[in-house]
């Protein structure tokens, strides 16, 4: 019998830190690979997937602003810094010879569509992968929030938040702390009432009050975008 989704239409949340792989900035062609191939694997299996990019590997807006700078300047340019990564993964996904188109909350129409909710739909039906860049269109928001945002516009049935370095949330930083507590789930008030750093509170209060379920997991393991999907337990579940 063919595999299904058991997650029909999901959001994928990647991070800029995502996409920069181990250089910590920039695009990762081979991570940008890796992403497209494990896409293409869920797309072929029935799944709708749209992407949420940030922008975090070229450009942050709050770290601009804490050096002097205009903090909606910097936020704009944070959003352009989504762009450039939502055109590169599109470009490898067609690699791949998977139909995808980008769309931007900042208009921009040499390069990508507007964002349009009854078309990104549209192209979802298709079996085609909707990119979301431009983040919300707003500065003073994140791409978590943009995340939770077209979850919520487009009906998803989850978030898969992939993480670059982390496979799940833990209590403290695993990294540095060999002891860190791993969990396997938290409710959405666990992520607003401790400092854990999955996302920023508004994004947190927008997946609660409409019900989103988060999926935390790392993509540093080739098949776990899949796994997800057909719903393995992988990461941390937020619900
Ligand atoms: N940003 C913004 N409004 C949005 C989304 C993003 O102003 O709706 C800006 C903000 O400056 C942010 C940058 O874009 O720092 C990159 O997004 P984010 O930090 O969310 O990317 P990620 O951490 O996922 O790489």
């Known amino acids: 019998m063919t595999e299904r989704p058991k997650l029909k239409r999901v959001v994928l949340k990647l991070s800029g830190e995502a996409l920069a792989g181990d250089v910590g900035y920039g695009i990762d062609t081979n991570i940008i690979d890796s992403i497209s191939h494990q896409i293409k694997e869920i797309v072929d299996l029935g799944a709708q997937v749209s992407i949420v990019v940030g922008g975090g590997n070229i450009w942050r807006g709050a770290v601009a602003s804490n050096q002097g700078m205009d903090r909606a300047s910097a936020d704009y340019m944070g959003m352009l810094a989504t762009v450039m990564n939502a055109l590169a993964l599109q470009d490898m996904l067609e690699k791949y010879e998977v139909d995808t188109r980008v769309q931007t909350a900042i208009e921009m129409?040499?390069?990508?569509?507007?964002?349009?909710?009854?078309?990104a739909i549209r192209h979802l039906e298709k079996g085609?992968?909707?990119?979301f860049s431009g983040g919300t269109g707003n500065p003073f928001f994140s791409t978590d929030t943009t995340a939770a945002l077209r979850a919520a516009e487009i009906e998803a049935s989850v978030i898969l938040l992939a993480?670059?370095?982390?496979?799940?949330?833990?209590?403290?930083?695993?990294l540095k702390?060999?002891?860190?507590?791993?969990?396997?789930?938290?409710?959405?008030?666990?992520?607003?009432?401790?400092?854990?750093?999955?996302?920023?509170?508004?994004?947190a209060s927008l997946c609660m009050d409409n019900s989103i379920p988060i999926i935390v997991f790392g993509l540093s393991q080739?098949?776990?975008?899949?796994?997800a999907i057909m719903g393995e337990k992988i990461g941390t579940y937020i619900d």
Request: neutral net charge; aromatic residues 6%; glycine residues 4%.
């Open 222 to 227: 080739e098949g776990n975008i899949k796994k």
């Open 109 to 119: 129409q040499q390069v990508a569509e507007p964002y349009i909710r009854r078309r």
């Open 177 to 203: 702390n060999e002891n860190a507590t791993r969990y396997d789930h938290l409710n959405y008030l666990d992520i607003l009432n401790n400092s854990l750093g999955v996302m920023d509170s508004t994004a």
């Open 128 to 131: 085609r992968v909707v990119i």
């Open 163 to 174: 993480k670059g370095k982390v496979d799940a949330v833990y209590d403290s930083d695993p």
